[in-house]
């Protein structure tokens, strides 16, 4: 969906698009957006960018996703005499209890529970609001940076072991999918904010859930972000998702700062305020530690026994190195010592300020040249198999460019012509109503 608006159509540019992947049997990532209506509401309220991902037997996340955006949106408008973090805050937290308590009040949404990735636009810059592990990205000019942190276990104990040599063993061993904070299962939800990030023209900021940023790489967002507009760019993050698999539900929304107007808004220089921020020391003993930490060390051990019990040394030592280095890992963050918080009175809120947390220069790899070139080499081979009626003459004329450049080793601009091929045979392929692929969509890209 490319947004339309014609208050806005000037200086903002937004798409979005959400869909179920291939292994799933039904789409519990949610999305939502809520615009100012004029430029006075821009001014004090902004617009509000929501992608939310849940989790739960049958319908739960489902369920627990959709509530967390409509509930969302609604309360920070609803909270609009407050500043806009606090109010943003105030909403995420109190649809946190709704969820909670609908989970608690049916046993068939038991502990449902959501992420929640939140970019609001103001005249002073973008805020994020996190909770869990899908994500948000800015790319200005050559750099895409992420500027969310994951609340997943991987993230957690990298963050509390950092300076570790992050290629060793001991990280390979941490499961990248258990995330550590998310709306719904608790009664209290810690939020993170981040920012404000001030505007520029050109920026262009991507909320994801981690459908999408699992299966494509940081290198891989920033030469789609920087080579396609908007629309182009969600739906082609869409299609290199489904075709690496489509192991989970794909959302995307893609927002461009487009015109001077909302970058060089005269209310640019107020400040972004918590309300009654008080400081608090957290001390090393009050750092709680997630269940699931626990739960994979015993599994760990668990295994361990069974294969010394099976007299395979070898992979008992492996299974219980792991378990003993998770357990370090996990005694250095709760016994690191001690840090001070902003903490705004009546919140669980960290204002985190250390954002981005990595930032990935806009360039192109022999590798990523490769990957893409393998997958125009198959989409081209699947379409003449299956006799699908593509009209090969612009892309073939691309392939050429794309040949060129690579002679002329401008491996960036090589990748930005794959992209714009990959997403014009997918949008012929949709044309071609085939059940095999990624649901309908509009006509292929130009390269931005």
Known sequence: MSLESKTWNSCLHIASISDIGLRRNNNQDSYGMSLAADWADWQQTGHLLIVADGMGAHAAGELASKMAVDHVLHLYRKFSDRPPADALVAAIEEANQIIHRRGESNVAFHRMGTTLSSLLLLPQG???????????????????????????????????????????????????????????????????????????????????????????????????????????????????ANLRGG?????????????????????????????????????????SIHWGFYTLIALFAVVTIILLAMEQTL???VTGGASLLIATMIGIY?????????????????????????????????????????????????????????????INQLSDKAAQALNEKDLKLAAKHYLVIIGLIMAEIRDNKSPSVAKPGDAGPDVG
Not at 144 to 163: K, N, P, Y
Not at 252 to 280: C, F, H, S, Y
Request: glycine letters at 6%; proline letters at 6%; aromatic letters at 6%.
């Open 126 to 240: 973008a805020v994020i609001g996190q909770v869990g592990d899908s994500r948000v990205y800015r790319l200005r000019g050559n750099n895409l940076e992420q500027l969310s942190f994951d609340h997943s276990m991987a993230w957690e104990i990298r963050a509390a072991t950092a300076g570790m040599d992050e290629s060793s063993d001991l990280y390979a061993a941490i499961p990248k999918n258990v995330i550590t904070r998310s709306l719904g299962p608790k009664e209290q939800v810690e939020v993170d904010i981040e920012g404000p990030f001030p505007l520029e023209v050109g920026d262009t900021f991507l909320v994801c859930s981690d459908g999408a940023s699992g299966p494509i790489r940081n290198d891989e967002f920033s030469l789609i972000l920087q080579a396609l507009e908007p629309e182009h760019a969600a739906q082609l993050i869409v299609d290199l």
């Open 247 to 287: 192991p989970d539900n794909i959302t995307a929304i893609v927002a461009k700062i487009t015109g001077p107007k909302m970058a060089n808004d005269p209310a640019r220089g107020q400040p972004i305020v918590l309300e009654d921020t008080v400081t608090q020391v957290i001390h090393s003993s009050q750092r």
């Open 315 to 317: 992979g008992a030592i």
């Open 334 to 394: 709760k016994f690191s010592g001690e840090s001070e918080e902003a903490v705004p009175s009546g919140f669980k809120t960290t204002r985190k300020e250390k954002a981005p947390y990595e930032v990935t220069v806009c360039k192109a790899s022999p590798e990523v040249i490769q990957n893409l070139h393998s997958i125009v080499s198959e989409l081209r081979e699947t379409s003449e198999e299956n006799e699908w009626n593509i009209n090969w003459a612009p």
